[in-house]
Nanobody, 124 residues
Framework: QVQLVESGGGLVQAGGSLRLSCAASGRTFSTYVSAWFRQAPGKEREFVAAIGWSGSSTYYADSVKGRFTISRDNAKNMVYLQMNSLKPEDTAVYYC?????????????????WGQGTQVTVSS
């Protein structure tokens, strides 16, 4: 069993930066793919970024490529999302998730554990 707790969300002006953190419990955290998803009001949950268990492989949605960076610290059971050059369209609740099995990292239905989410609001 893995429990996830996100933090770091808030209100920021367009062009600003935020760093989201995800604290994970469980000794096997370091063996799983970790990811960030987001969900805006009235929209489906969408993939943002994912990182392999070792941190050497990363994947990004086209909409955030070049602006967001995902990283992890397995010694601390933490996953991070550094968000730069934020835009109003980045406004959403951001969720941390863990993928235990196989399948595409881009589909929420493949993920086994989810955090409660943290709100990010970008004002224009």
């Amino acid at each position: 069993q893995v429990q996830l707790v996100e933090s770091g969300g808030g209100l920021v002006q367009a062009g600003g930066s935020l760093r989201l953190s995800c604290a994970a419990s469980g000794r096997t955290f370091s063996t799983y793919v970790s990811a960030w998803f987001r969900q805006a009001p009235g929209k489906e949950r969408e993939f943002v970024a994912a990182i392999g268990w070792s941190g050497s492989s990363t994947y990004y949605a086209d909409s955030v490529k070049g602006r967001f960076t995902i990283s992890r610290d397995n010694a601390k059971n933490m996953v991070y999302l550094q968000m730069n050059s934020l835009k109003p369209e980045d406004t959403a609740v951001y969720y941390c998730a863990i993928l235990k099995g196989g399948g595409s990292v881009k589909y929420p239905s493949n993920y086994d554990y989810w955090g409660q989410g943290t709100q990010v609001t970008v004002s224009s």
